[in-house]
């Protein structure tokens, strides 16, 4: 976590997965697209679903759940496509449901234990609470980034 | 009151760097890229002093100069001749041909607006 | 590009564009003077382009540039004049000092190798031409870079309203060649100094003005005037351009009497102009004129002025030129075309932004036709209109970035002259459709492939001179270069009239690098092909040009990358022909729409050859997961595309299979098995992000009307991976 001299306000947008709520940055977040069919690509790993139409542009969409390791369960009629942006690019991830945008400053913020889900290790850069609950924050340049924990 | 001055010159670059060194001095800076186009420019803004290049395309300067020499109001209008030489046959050609003063190119911006001055008011 | 810049370095760029565009007037002026068809103007603007190129780098201070364009400059201007005779060996040095100019301009843009040594080298050449011995001396004149000194005041009274702030500035002058010294600024005691100025009728003509030197005088320091009106003659006789009147100027000033006089320097020889220290009392009655030495002076002394008419035309002049425009050569500037210039940013956001509107515009129209709107209705008729305007726009956007060929094709003259050198032989190169336009990405990505082929011409197609006489043709080899228009497409071809393609010997180098069977029985048009096999190269000898390894396989495949294709033809004997064919734009591209496997994809229709339907009996399997199907009496392997993109299982029956004849990377062939065939028509290519993953065998995607993405195919690739790996049941890894 970085250093900051006085605490910053950082907003998170949270979600759920396969029960669990996760949460990204709200400033990598461009749109919440409900869910359309994608184009699949040939050969591509598990969690790339395929692309969709964004207004004209492409976007690919990957399957979050199965990018972190999470069990396989029935599409959520709640799932939406969250569109986000990092670097020059944009992806669209398919998530079961969103839930509510959070205010936090980084004391909130938590390190990762060391979780024996290896899949998702270095994929959660933090953890928070929200209302007793845990919800685990993404490193959103390690999820999209297909070197990491490549589920097969 | 500020003067209008009309350049002609086939470079665009020139023709920039005239705009560039006029503009800021309070010249009105209108442009033509050869002498054919400057004749046509001439008569729409009535320039209180005219800069031309000499090797252009069409019409040179020289025969510029003289197409607006042969126009009665223009028989005193400044005429700022611009050379890449400072050869005194140039020099004194561009006199004959009506010519007021000459810039050596590449000029001095500071310079130009003290010809232009110097001849113009 | 932010408009925000330091305008010195807008207009240094704008420089740069305007040096291209004089450099290509610049070749195509001597190469029209190279086939003898040059008038009075061509001349004119070879010197003009030189001349201006040297004009703006001395602005921008880029000094080997202009000391370069300089000496050129100088030659250009002997020949214009008639002094010199631009014969062929003249000339082929006047090339080479175009090409050198060119490289000089690169260099000072980019940066990069320096090509100054070629300088001298060329500037010896350009002395002999000039009838010196030698390389460029000391004692050449420098260019000079003067600055005339104008009276510079300290005092600026009329001018002190914060006016010339700007211009102090130093940061927005440009770059200064060597400052020569300006007279000494008096910082000395004020002396006084008598001025006696009488202008004559010359002065008036060409509009001078005496009360603003007066002034100037004015702002050197304190000056009383007296003017002289004993000439004056009654009103009456009074002549308007007669000068009557004179004046006698008392100055005290600072100022060094070079700087006094350099106020007239416009009019020196224009007017009586006697200076003197002291004051009036002292100054005697009749001194000569007293200029310091350094001061140019006009070949005309100043006398009195003789049969000047009011309305004054210029004295006979030497070598005056044309003042009278003349129908111009069509070759000279074409009718001055308004232009604009435009950030290819802004081309690319508009180009990308018709794009979408185009899929739109498809997505609304299917909405519509869904909805079962009347068919003579307003909302289906002004559908019709609205489509009709979107293609319109399309096509007008699609060439937004189009621009002649004809820079490309100067370029290949240019590699023509370095590759017939390098190989001592005697190369014309004709071109045609040099006005052909093209999207400016096309032209850019086809200067590799073309500079290769031509190469190759020079160096494998035509023949050593000697051969060539004993063949009955003529020693100097042609290669002809051609663009044009042709349903749709644009059709680039290459040929020369060598000794066109040595089939016995491909073949043999062929097998023997393992391309093919040793036994293999090709056609004509198959042998030919071979050359576009990876790995080959038939320099035995690395020549200074080609055989370099970069075969002609890379430039098919830069060829396809562009969405086209190429194709060869040749008579041996007599030459060897390359025809390529390009759409017009890399943002669209022809597609046949298919389906397969429930997936629609787009194929690329540049590579399909036909299609076809599989009767059982024509497809044998050769083992497991590969087959091939008979077609014409040629065994043509099968690729089954559902099961290749691993959409579902390899298919087992074959009967009244649809398959598109497609032609490979290497010229082969294979047969892509389909599902069906949908349509046939221009989608708007959209990139995929590659990102996160590279799909293999897909090339792009487009949106059709019904939103839905298609993925635009890269056949080739799939050839291959289906050779490499054959069928194997539902690859791991399909998402589901």
Same mark, same amino acid.
């Given at each position: 976590?970085?250093?900051?001299?006085?605490?910053?306000?950082?907003?998170?947008?949270?979600?759920?997965?396969?029960?669990?709520?996760?949460?990204?940055?709200?400033?990598?977040?461009?749109?919440?697209?409900?869910?359309?069919?994608?184009?699949?690509?040939?050969?591509?790993?598990?969690?790339?679903?395929?692309?969709?139409?964004?207004?004209?542009?492409?976007?690919?969409? /990957?399957?979050?759940?199965?990018?972190?390791?999470?069990?396989?369960?029935?599409?959520?009629?709640?799932?939406?496509?969250?569109?986000?942006?990092?670097?020059?690019? /944009?992806?669209?991830?398919?998530?079961?449901?969103?839930?509510?945008?959070?205010?936090?400053?980084?004391?909130?913020?938590?390190?990762?234990?060391?979780?024996?889900?290896?899949?998702?290790?270095?994929?959660?850069?933090?953890?928070?609470?929200?209302?007793?609950?845990?919800?685990?924050?993404?490193?959103?340049?390690?999820?999209?980034?297909?070197?990491?924990?490549?589920?097969? | 009151?500020?003067l209008n001055i009309l350049a002609v010159d086939d470079s665009r670059t020139m023709r920039d760097m005239i705009r560039l060194a006029l503009q800021p001095a309070?010249f009105n800076v209108h442009t033509a890229d050869d002498g054919l186009h400057g004749i046509d420019v001439l008569?729409v803004i009535?320039p209180?002093a005219i800069i031309t290049d000499i090797n252009m395309p069409r019409m040179d300067g020289f025969g510029f100069i003289d197409a607006v020499?042969?126009?009665?109001?223009?028989?005193?209008t400044p005429i700022l001749v611009l050379t890449t030489e400072a050869a005194?046959e140039l020099k004194?050609r561009a006199?004959?041909a009506g010519a007021t003063g000459w810039i050596v190119k590449p000029f001095d911006p500071a310079k130009l607006v003290k010809a232009l001055?110097?001849v113009a008011? | 590009m932010?408009t925000?810049n330091d305008p010195m370095a807008e207009i240094r760029a704008s420089f740069f564009v305007e040096c291209e565009e004089l450099l290509e007037a610049l070749q195509d002026s001597l190469q029209i003077m190279?086939?003898?068809?040059e008038?009075s103007e061509t001349i004119n603007v070879v010197f003009r382009a030189v001349h201006s190129i040297k004009g703006g780098a001395g602005a921008f201070g880029l000094d080997a540039l202009v000391r370069f364009a300089h000496r050129y400059e100088t030659v250009m201007d002997e020949v214009r004049t008639?002094?010199?005779?631009?014969?062929?060996?003249?000339?082929?040095?006047f090339?080479?000092c175009a090409d050198h100019l060119s490289d000089l301009v690169r260099h000072s843009r980019d940066?990069?190798?320096?090509?100054?040594?070629?300088s001298?080298?060329?500037?010896?050449?350009?002395?002999?031409?000039?009838?010196?011995?030698?390389?460029?001396?000391?004692?050449?004149p420098e260019p000079e870079i003067e600055f005339q000194?104008?009276?510079?005041?300290?005092?600026?009274?009329?001018?002190?309203?914060?006016?010339?702030?700007?211009l102090?500035?130093?940061?927005a002058l440009p770059p200064l060649g060597d400052?020569?010294?300006?007279?000494?600024?008096?910082?000395?005691?004020?002396?006084?100094?008598?001025?006696?100025?009488?202008?004559?009728?010359?002065?008036?003509?060409?509009?001078?003005?005496?009360?603003?030197?007066?002034?100037?005088?004015?702002?050197?320091?304190?000056?009383?005037?007296?003017?002289?009106?004993?000439?004056?003659?009654?009103?009456?006789?009074?002549?308007?351009?007669?000068?009557?009147?004179?004046?006698?100027?008392?100055?005290?000033?600072?100022?060094?009497?070079?700087?006094?006089?350099?106020?007239?320097?416009?009019?020196?020889?224009?007017?009586?102009?006697?200076?003197?220290?002291?004051?009036?009392?002292?100054?005697?009655?009749?001194?000569?004129?007293?200029?310091?030495?350094?001061?140019?002076?006009?070949?005309?002394?100043?006398?009195?002025?003789?049969?000047?008419?009011?309305?004054?035309?210029?004295?006979?002049?030497?070598a005056a030129p044309a003042a009278?425009p003349k129908?111009q050569p069509?070759s000279a500037a074409a009718a001055v075309k308004s232009v604009v210039r435009v950030d290819?940013?802004?081309?690319?956001?508009?180009?990308?932004?018709?794009?979408?509107?185009?899929?739109?515009?498809?997505?609304?129209?299917?909405?519509?036709?869904?909805?079962?709107?009347?068919?003579?209705?307003?909302?289906?008729?002004?559908?019709?209109?609205?489509?009709?305007?979107?293609?319109?726009?399309?096509?007008?956007?699609?060439?937004?970035?189009?621009q002649p060929?004809k820079s490309?094709?100067q370029?290949?003259?240019?590699?023509?002259?370095?590759?017939?050198?390098?190989?001592?032989?005697?190369?014309?190169?004709?071109?045609?459709?040099?006005?052909?336009?093209?999207?400016?990405?096309?032209?850019?990505?086809?200067?590799?492939?073309?500079?290769?082929?031509?190469?190759?011409?020079?160096?494998?197609?035509?023949?050593?001179?000697?051969?060539?006489?004993?063949?009955?043709?003529?020693?100097?080899?042609?290669?002809?270069?051609?663009?044009?228009?042709?349903?749709?497409?644009?059709?680039?071809?290459?040929?020369?009239?060598?000794?066109?393609?040595?089939?016995?010997?491909?073949?043999?180098?062929?097998?023997?690098?393992?391309?093919?069977?040793?036994?293999?029985?090709?056609?004509?048009?198959?042998?030919?092909?071979?050359?576009?096999?990876?790995?080959?190269?038939?320099?035995?000898?690395?020549?200074?040009?080609?055989?370099?390894?970069?075969?002609?396989?890379?430039?098919?495949?830069?060829?396809?990358?562009?969405?086209?294709?190429?194709?060869?033809?040749?008579?041996?004997?007599?030459?060897?022909?390359?025809?390529?064919?390009?759409?017009?734009?890399?943002?669209?591209?022809?597609?046949?729409?298919?389906?397969?496997?429930?997936?629609?994809?787009?194929?690329?229709?540049?590579?399909?050859?036909?299609?076809?339907?599989?009767?059982?009996?024509?497809?044998?399997?050769?083992?497991?997961?590969?087959?091939?199907?008979?077609?014409?009496?040629?065994?043509?392997?099968?690729?089954?595309?559902?099961?290749?993109?691993?959409?579902?299982?390899?298919?087992?029956?074959?009967?009244?299979?649809?398959?598109?004849?497609?032609?490979?990377?290497?010229?082969?062939?294979?047969?892509?098995?389909?599902?069906?065939?949908?349509?046939?028509?221009?989608?708007?290519?959209?990139?995929?992000?590659?990102?996160?993953?590279?799909?293999?065998?897909?090339?792009?995607?487009?949106?059709?009307?019904?939103?839905?993405?298609?993925?635009?195919?890269?056949?080739?690739?799939?050839?291959?991976?289906?050779?490499?790996?054959?069928?194997?049941?539902?690859?791991?890894?399909?998402?589901?």
């Open positions: 976590m970085t250093e900051h001299d006085s605490p910053t306000t950082i907003e998170l947008l949270t979600f759920q997965l396969a029960g669990q709520e996760y949460s990204l940055d709200i400033m990598s977040v461009r749109e919440i697209r409900s869910w359309t069919r994608a184009t699949p690509l040939p050969h591509a790993p598990a969690c790339m679903r395929g692309v969709i139409n964004l207004r004209g542009t492409v976007l690919p969409v /990957m399957d979050l759940g199965e990018r972190l390791g999470l069990p396989p369960r029935e599409q959520s009629d709640r799932a939406v496509i969250i569109v986000v942006t990092h670097g020059d690019s /944009m992806t669209g991830l398919l998530v079961d449901a969103v839930s509510d945008i959070i205010a936090l400053t980084r004391d909130d913020l938590q390190p990762p234990p060391d979780m024996a889900n290896g899949a998702a290790t270095g994929m959660v850069s933090a953890l928070t609470l929200i209302d007793e609950r845990m919800v685990r924050v993404l490193d959103l340049a390690a999820t999209v980034s297909l070197q990491e924990g490549l589920a097969a | 009151m500020s309070g008569d009535e209180d020499r042969g126009q009665e109001k223009h028989r005193a005194p004194a006199r004959e001055q110097m008011g | 932010s925000e190279d086939d003898g068809a008038d008639g002094r010199m005779e631009a014969d062929a060996d003249a000339l082929k040095v090339f080479q940066g990069g190798a320096d090509p100054a040594e070629q001298n080298t060329l500037l010896t050449r350009l002395n002999a031409l000039m009838g010196e011995e030698g390389g460029p001396t000391e004692s050449e000194p104008m009276g510079l005041a300290l005092d600026l009274a009329p001018l002190n309203d914060g006016s010339l702030d700007d102090l500035d130093l940061d400052l020569p010294d300006l007279p000494p600024l008096a910082l000395n005691a004020p002396k006084t100094y008598t001025l006696h100025f009488a202008p004559e009728q010359e002065l008036f003509e060409t509009g001078n003005e005496p009360y603003l030197l007066l002034r100037a005088l004015h702002e050197l320091g304190t000056a009383q005037v007296t003017c002289d009106t004993s000439r004056l003659p009654p009103q009456q006789s009074l002549t308007p351009e007669q000068p009557y009147l004179s004046w006698t100027i008392e100055l005290e000033t600072e100022a060094e009497e070079a700087e006094i006089l350099s106020v007239f320097e416009f009019v020196d020889g224009l007017c009586t102009l006697k200076l003197t220290s002291g004051d009036s009392d002292d100054m005697p009655s009749d001194l000569p004129q007293m200029l310091p030495a350094d001061q140019t002076t006009p070949t005309s002394t100043p006398e009195p002025p003789t049969a000047i008419e009011p309305a004054p035309s210029p004295a006979p002049q030497p009278p129908t069509p290819l940013d802004r081309i690319e956001r508009l180009v990308n932004l018709v794009g979408e509107l185009v899929i739109n515009q498809a997505m609304l129209s299917q909405s519509l036709e869904d909805a079962n709107l009347p068919p003579h209705g307003d909302a289906i008729s002004g559908l019709e209109e609205f489509q009709r305007l979107t293609r319109d726009i399309q096509d007008s956007v699609m060439m937004i970035r189009a060929v490309l094709f370029r290949m003259s240019r590699i023509i002259r370095e590759a017939s050198a390098a190989v001592d032989k005697d190369v014309r190169l004709h071109t045609e459709g040099e006005a052909t336009e093209v999207d400016k990405t096309v032209i850019e990505r086809l200067a590799d492939p073309l500079t290769h082929m031509i190469r190759n011409a020079v160096d494998h197609g035509l023949e050593k001179p000697a051969d060539r006489i004993a063949a009955g043709k003529p020693p100097e080899g042609q290669v002809k270069l051609t663009a044009a228009h042709r349903s749709g497409r644009v059709i680039i071809e290459v040929s020369d009239d060598g000794a066109g393609i040595n089939r016995p010997r491909v073949l043999q180098i062929a097998i023997d690098k393992g391309l093919i069977p040793a036994d293999s029985q090709l056609s004509d048009s198959e042998i030919d092909n071979l050359l576009f096999l990876p790995g080959f190269s038939t320099a035995s000898t690395v020549s200074d040009l080609s055989g370099r390894g970069v075969g002609m396989d890379v430039v098919r495949t830069a060829i396809q990358a562009l969405g086209g294709r190429i194709a060869i033809t040749s008579i041996p004997g007599e030459g060897t022909s390359f025809s390529i064919s390009l759409p017009l734009t890399l943002a669209v591209l022809d597609g046949m729409v298919i389906d397969t496997a429930g997936e629609t994809l787009v194929v690329p229709l540049n590579l399909v050859v036909e299609t076809l339907t599989f009767a059982a009996s024509e497809v044998s399997m050769i083992r497991p997961g590969q087959h091939v199907v008979r077609v014409r009496g040629a065994f043509v392997p099968v690729v089954d595309l559902g099961a290749e993109l691993g959409y579902r299982a390899p298919l087992t029956d074959f009967e009244g299979a649809v398959a598109l004849l497609i032609v490979h990377e290497n010229g082969s062939r294979a047969a892509l098995m389909i599902d069906n065939i949908l349509d046939q028509r221009q989608v708007v290519i959209k990139g995929l992000d590659d990102g996160f993953f590279r799909a293999a065998g897909i090339a792009a995607a487009t949106i059709l009307g019904d939103g839905q993405i298609a993925l635009i195919l890269d056949p080739s690739d799939i050839i291959t991976n289906a050779a490499q790996h054959p069928q194997e049941p539902l690859q791991a890894g399909v998402s589901a």
